[in-house]
Each structure stands twice: as structure tokens, then as C-alpha cells.
């Protein structure tokens, strides 16, 4: 079989630690003597470059491997990782590209055993036996001819054939006792999800850009490669990363099997690795040669999940970690593009010790977070602002912030105290924007920010409708400025377009209901766009919003005090239809606060059922809910009070209350 592979080196020197001596000054002189270009760690493994990946390179790119075997190369676990390797390429041994060498009487590991062996363990035959390796390398190792015998008599021949037939039993027997071996060793399946109850943080290969390009395979192996490196990185952190949460940190790469992830799949491929964290990419190799690696991560639902889809439902999906990363691919030049890697991935580690804290879904796991992404912040990338993508910093400060508005609220901080932690919110996304005006997340982020000044007006006027209308102003164009972004702007999953329809349809609604514009049908257009995007798609990151946009779109028909709904009307069942799919989303979802929100729709629903005449319906339609709640007796009295049919609607009142 002919070899049809170009390679860098003749052949590559694997030994152990402690043969090295007798390999550099015995064995090495004699293979370049002989004209042959060698690999040796010592001579060919680039600095800084993890040990596993060179080792790899070099097997790879040698067009011979000879394996020196000793009782120290045995005992090395390296030793069978090597072979595995070597087999891997030339599964059936055609091309004779591992050559085991004895050095000492040893039991060869795994299948190095089932390859023939230069004998090296008598001194006095090893200048003979070098010859055998040179020829092997060269090709110049050839069999006698074969010769002509004289053809057996008959009786001879009949013995012959029983023996033929004797030894071809024994050596099919012989063959499927090896084979069993061989099988009863093979490694067990790898697994193809992480475990259940850690903290899973998955590295993919850096997909090439262009899979048609004549160069696809090698710039594929050079983003395996990378990914390889920074999972490396990342996993000898995990025990530290495991105490900040108390469980597991599970961090897998290429090596472990997470395959090559297009952008339209990150989201279902996260599901099926049940990761929290997935590191992903593109790289391209650009004309002038250089490597340009343009790093992203996926933040998955159950890690980003807030207890305010109002304030912060932007945190899941894709985001890139900065701008592209270019290198040379020259050995002398990749000190610059792994250094650079790694204040990515300092950077990295914060926002994932953020992301850690963010999944206790508790007021003290937030409060954490805040102090890593503001350390995030310090760090030596940030502090850098060399224009490649500190803002993703920025844009989580401002998000945490905002996340600890929601607390500060449940714990009746004073309005002054809330208004700071709006304020530095938007100086964290003001930041982010400096940064890059065309960040969308940190533009919708700032809007958000203006509407959460405003609201802090009504609840200082202690007014329905005191709101800051100035602020609702400011927020409104920056809604409008993310939907008519281009689309090249916007990542999987980031949920962009259906937040700053729901921001809009807001600021429309209270418009309306608080009579300062009659802006009901801009806020029905926003709400059903909020609704087609999420029926168009159905992500899980946009479930609360889901909740929201069915519930809001009912109130524009049923809470529009000019405009009441008779019984039987169309628009009226249209109404109890979206309080009617907004519970259902939010009791699919099933967690705590897809059911808060689904309680909120739910007592709409009832007020719409009552004033619609279906009486009967309301109690099976409580009672339906209550069923997927643990403590049903105690939300029944909340919902019952909440309608506020007593006194009013004594029918419908006395249809819920037991």
C-alpha cells in the first residue's frame, strides 16, 4: 500500500523519562547518520504548547514512529495512549508506521505486542539491528524470492493436507482467542452527554468557515487543536470553579468526543451534551497565511434562567468573546495568539464563575455574580481596551445590576437606593456601547435600563400612572434600533428581536392605558410580532417572554378602559385565548418562576371567564392549575383574593372559593 501523506519528519522517538540518555546519544546520531530527518520531545515539541497536542503532532506528522520499549516506557500511561494513536492511523499495521524497538525484555503494551520487534537488548547486536530500522524507514527492507519446490508424491501430499488442515484450526482458534483479547481491551464507549448535577462546560472544535476550501482538513485540525488547548486550560480549573457551588465542574473538549457545531444546531447540540457552557467558533485561514479564530460561547437556559424576564432575559444564547483572534502559524509567532487566548480565557473563567453563581437562582448567588463579572472587569483584557470585544464584560456588570434591582425591590429598598443600582446598570451598558455601538444586547439592555427609571417615578409618585414619560422616550428608539439592525448583528439564540418587541409593546400599552396616546393597536403589533417569533421557534431561553407576550396581548383588549369587551364577543374570546396560552406555557415550563408568572396570567384568565359569562369553566380551570403546584391550598386563597370578584361578581366569586 502506497503512502499518499506528506509528512514534516522521518520518523519520531518515543521514549520514556528515563531512557532518554540512551535514545539522544545512541539512537538519535545513528537515524540522522543515516540521513533521516528525527523528532524528539526534547528537539521538536513547541513551548508552550500543551505536551498531549505535540505528541500528537509529531505522530502525525512522521512518516515512521519508532516506540522504545523498557520497563519505564511500560509502567508510563503514555506508552499505550501513543500506540492507540499510531493505530488509529494505520489500523491494520499496512503501512508499518510503528516500529517497537526492545530495549529491555519487556511485555510490550496493548497492540504494540501483536507488532514485530527490533531486538535491542544484546549491546553487541545493536549496530546491526540500527540497519533494520534505517531500511524499514527508507523502504529498502526486502524478502528473499521466492523458490520452486519439487512437487510431493500423493502419500506425501495426503499428510500434508491433514496438517494444513490441523494448523489451519489452530491457528483460527489461535486468531479468535486474539481477537477476544484485543476486544475484551478496547476502552468503553464514550459517553455522549455530561453527567447529570454538575456544572458542564463543553469546548468544540473551531469549525473552518468555508468546509469546501482544498485546505478544510487542515484548518479543521488546527481548530481541534485549539479547542483541545483551552478545554486543557479550563478543566484545571474545575476544582477550584466545583467549590464555588458546591457540585461537580465538568469541563470535556474535542478529546472527549464534542464534535464540530454549526451556529443553526448550538442549541440543540448544548441539549443533547446537557451542557451549561458551550465554547465554540469559527476559523479561517486567511490569505497572507495567518490563522483567524473568531471565539463565541452558548449560555444555556437553565444556567442564564432569572427571576425577571423583564430585566435580564438576554443572558442565554450565543455570545461572542471578543473580536478574532489572529495568529501566525509559525511556531516562533504563536507565543502572541496563545497568550492572547489566554486573557480570553482569564476573562472567560470570571464570566463563568459568574454563570455558576447566576444558576443558584438566589438572591446571594446574584449578589456573587455582580463581584465576578465586576472583577471580569479588571482583568488584563478588559483593562486592555484594545477594541477586541471587552464589551461582553460590560454588558453582564449591567445585567447583574439590574438583576439586583429585582431584590432590592422584594426587600423595599428606598427609592434612592434603587435608582443608584439603575444607574451604574446603565453605566455598565453605556460602557459596552462605547465599546461597539452595534452591540444590540447591550442597546436593548439600556433600554431596559430607561424603563426601570421610569417606572421608579410611579413608584415614588405612588401613582398607577406617575410614570417618567421622558425616559419611556428614551428607551423607545432603542428598541426600534435593534429591530432594524442588520441581521449579520444578531446570534443564535439571542433572543434580541423578541425583547425589544416586548419592550415596545410595553411602553405602547402604558401609553394607552394611562392616556397619554392611544397606542393600542402599536402595542397589539408588537405583541403578536413577540408571539410569531416565539410560535416560529420555541426556544426554551424564550419561554418567560412567551408567558409575557400572550398575557400583555390579552390585556390590550381586555384591560382598554375605553373600549370594555361585551360578553360573547370576539375580541373578548380572543383575549381568554392568550391568558389561556400564556398559562400553558408558563405550566409546561414547570419551574418556579414559569408558574409565578403562569398564576399572574391565570387570574386574568378567570376575570375574562367571568365577565364572559362561562362560570362553569372557572373552577375546572383553577383547579387544573393548582394541580401542577405544591402547596395548591395556599396559591388558591392568593388567586381568589386577587380576582377580586367578591362583592362584584358573587357568582364567579363563589365558583373558586371553597
Known sequence: MAEESTYRYDIFISYSPADAEWALD?????LTGAGLLVATPEESFRPGVPVLNETERCIRESRKIVAVLSQAYVADSAAEFEGLLVQHRDPAARLRRLIPIRLEAVDAPGRIALLGSVDMTDPARREAQIARIVAAVQGTDDLP????????????????????QIAGVASLLTLLLVAGWIWSQRPPPRPTAMPENNYNIAFAPFAPTNSDDPGASETAAEGKGRADEIALLLRGQSEDLSKLINRPVTVWGPADGVRAIAASEVESRTADLNAD??????????????????????????????TSANLAGELQGSHALGRAIRYSPSAELQGDANGEIQRRMEALQLLVRGFLYYSQE??????????????????????AEDHTGQEILYYFLGGAYLQQLIFAVEENASVDERREIIFNALDGYEKAIDLNANYLRAINGEAAGYVQLARLAQVEAGSTCGWDWGWLDEAAPLYAQVLDADDSLKLPGDNLDINAHLGLGRIAFTRSICGQADEWAVARGHYDAAIALYESERRPSQTLQAILAYRERGHTDFLNPDDRLPAGSQRLNEAIGFYRA??????????????????????????????NGEVDALAPTLDDFLTHLTEPDSVRD???????FANREEECHNAIAQ
Open 26 to 30: 545512541w539512537l538519535l546520531p545513528r
Open 145 to 164: 524470492e521466492l523458490r520452486y519446490e519439487r512437487i510431493p508424491d500423493a502419500a506425501q501430499r495426503w499428510w500434508e493436507l491433514r496438517w494444513f
Open 277 to 306: 457552557l458551550l465554547v465554540y467558533g469559527t476559523i479561517e485561514r486567511a490569505s497572507d497565511g495567518d490563522w483567524q479564530l473568531q471565539p463565541l460561547f452558548y449560555l444555556a437556559d437553565r444556567t442564564a434562567q432569572t
Open 362 to 383: 438566589s438572591a446571594a448567588g446574584y449578589t456573587k455574580a455582580l463581584r465576578e463579572f465586576e472583577a471580569a472587569t479588571q482583568s488584563g483584557w478588559a483593562q
Open 582 to 611: 400564556s398559562v400553558a406555557v408558563g405550566v409546561a415550563r414547570n419551574r418556579e418562576q414559569s408558574l409565578l408568572m403562569a398564576q399572574d396570567s391565570l387570574i386574568f384568565l378567570l376575570k375574562a371567564l367571568c365577565q
Open 638 to 644: 392568593t388567586i381568589v383574593n386577587s380576582a377580586g
